[in-house]
C-alpha cells in the first residue's frame, strides 16, 4: 500500500536561503520541488527498510506578504497565476501586518517613533499566521487520515510540539532544510535531508550547461 505524501513548505524559509546560497541569478524550478524532495524521502525511508511507494497528494505553499509593496503584489500575482496552477501545488498566502517600530539608538538609548525629517512613523511589516497555519494544517489533515508521510519544508523550531504531537499518531514527518539551520527540527522529525544537497537538481534548466 501506498504512503500518501503532503509537502508543507515554508515559502520564505526556503527561498530566502536560496537567495544566498544559489549561483548568482539563479532561480528555483519549482514544479520539479515535489519529485526531488520525495525521490529524498524515499531514500530516508529505505535506510528503515520501508519499501512502500510514494503517491503525492498536494504541495501546499505558506506564504505572506506586504499589501502596500509592489514588489510583493508581483509576487503574489506570481503564486496565483503561475505557481497555484502546478499540478498538485496550493498556495495559502497572509497578509502581513503593519505594526510601528521605534529605532533604537545603541549610542544614547532613545527610541525615535517618527523620521526626524518626515515626521512619519517608523514601521514594519510583521509575517502573522504563516507558522500557524502550517502548524493547523499538519494536525487537521493527520486527524482526517489524508496522509501518511509529511514533508516538512522549514527550519522553523516553534513547529516541534506539532511534529511531536503528530507522530506520537503513527505518521512520519521528514524534514527538508538547509544546511546550517534548523537542527532542532530536524532531530525532532523522522527522518531528514538537506537541500544543498539537491539544489542543483532544482535549477532551471537553462542554468545546468
Keep these: 500500500m501506498a504512503y500518501r505524501v503532503r509537502v508543507f513548505l515554508d515559502f520564505w524559509n526556503f527561498q530566502l536561503t536560496w537567495n544566498r546560497r544559489a549561483p548568482e541569478e539563479a532561480k528555483c524550478d519549482w514544479p520539479k520541488v515535489p519529485a526531488v524532495f520525495i525521490a529524498e524521502a524515499r531514500k530516508a525511508l529505505s535506510k528503515a527498510a520501508i519499501t512502500e511507494p510514494l503517491q503525492l497528494e498536494e504541495t501546499r505553499v505558506y506564504t505572506s506578504y506586504n499589501p502596500a509593496s509592489s514588489k510583493d503584489a508581483n509576487l503574489r500575482k506570481w503564486l496565483n497565476d503561475v505557481i497555484d496552477r502546478q499540478p498538485s501545488f496550493r498556495v495559502f498566502a497572509r497578509e502581513r501586518v503593519t505594526v510601528r517600530r521605534p529605532v533604537h539608538c545603541r549610542g544614547c538609548g532613545e527610541e525615535i517613533a517618527n523620521c526626524p525629517s518626515c515626521a512619519r ?52 514527518i521528514i524534514n527538508a532544510a538547509w544546511s546550517g539551520v534548523g537542527n532542532q527540527l530536524a532531530q525532532a522529525c523522522w527522518a531528514s535531508f538537506l537541500i544543498d544537497r539537491v539544489a542543483r537538481e532544482l535549477l532551471r534548466g537553462e542554468l545546468l550547461s
Aim: charged share 25%.
Design 121 to 172: 512613523p517608523f514601521t514594519s511589516a510583521i509575517e502573522k499566521g504563516v507558522d500557524t497555519a502550517i502548524v493547523t494544517d499538519l494536525l487537521s489533515l493527520a486527524w482526517e487520515g489524508a496522509y501518511e508521510l509529511g514533508i516538512l519544508v522549514t527550519s522553523d523550531a516553534d513547529l516541534i510540539p506539532c511534529v511531536e504531537r503528530v507522530q506520537e499518531k503513527g505518521f512520519k
